[in-house]
T-cell receptor
């Protein structure tokens, strides 16, 4: 597609349930990033993929969070046993190639997760 | 560690110029960005500047970079109500881009 897409756009879940958030990057972009934006907060880096591998998982807040990327394209962020503090907008971005540094990141519209 | 700071709120009158400021700490930053986020939407790249430049102009937008002071600013000329949004400053020297908390620009008609 023309841009980064994310699904679902909104997700309401009950505390303790697992959720999966999906990101489709721009075709041909090898780097993919996940961020979290809590209400009134800036962007919090979660994880970054170069191809299918994740060299930096340092931003994942706990072991309840995991992410994978297959075929160098679609990525899924999974949150297990959701907690209310997981409520946020989860943003995905992609860039052509991060290896040289500084490639512009293009963002999806985000998934708004609400944990009741 | 790396840090990017910006003021959280700016209010201007329609037609005036807006100046949003940002400071960063990573002296090895090679690219500096300004992103715009409208309500309910994702981030949209507005403009970027290489660290070896000190100014970039793009229509109503002017970016100024003071590398010595690690200070970046975004000036929006003739601010319109449609410019109301959150503006994020970001810097990168490698694969990780560090974002500021965002400046909410409120334009009064």
């Amino acid at each position: 597609g023309a841009g980064v897409s994310q699904s679902p756009s909104n997700k309401v879940t009950e505390k303790g349930k697992d959720v999966e958030l999906r990101c489709d990057p721009i075709s041909g972009h090898t780097a993919l990033y996940w961020y979290r934006q809590s209400l009134g907060q800036g962007l919090e880096f979660l994880i970054y993929f170069q191809g299918n591998s994740a060299p930096d998982k340092s931003g994942l807040p706990s072991d309840r969070f995991s992410a994978e990327r297959t075929g160098g394209s679609v990525s899924t962020l999974t949150i297990q046993r959701t907690q209310q503090e997981d409520s946020a907008v989860y943003l995905c971005a992609s860039s052509l190639d991060s290896s040289g540094g500084g490639d512009t990141q293009y963002f999806g519209p985000g998934t708004r997760l609400t944990v009741l | 560690g790396e840090d990017v700071e910006q003021s959280l709120f700016l209010s201007v009158r329609e037609g005036d110029s807006s100046v949003i400021n940002c400071t960063y700490t990573d002296s090895s930053s090679t690219y500096l960005y300004w992103y715009k986020q409208e309500p309910g939407a994702g981030l949209q790249l507005l403009t970027y500047i290489f660290s070896n430049m000190d100014m970039k102009q793009d229509q109503r937008l002017t970016v100024l970079l003071n590398k010595k002071d690690k200070h970046l600013s975004l000036r929006i000329a003739d601010t319109q109500t449609g410019d109301s949004a959150i503006y994020f400053c970001a810097e990168t020297g490698g694969f990780k881009t560090i974002f500021g908390a965002g400046t909410r620009l409120f334009v009064k008609a």
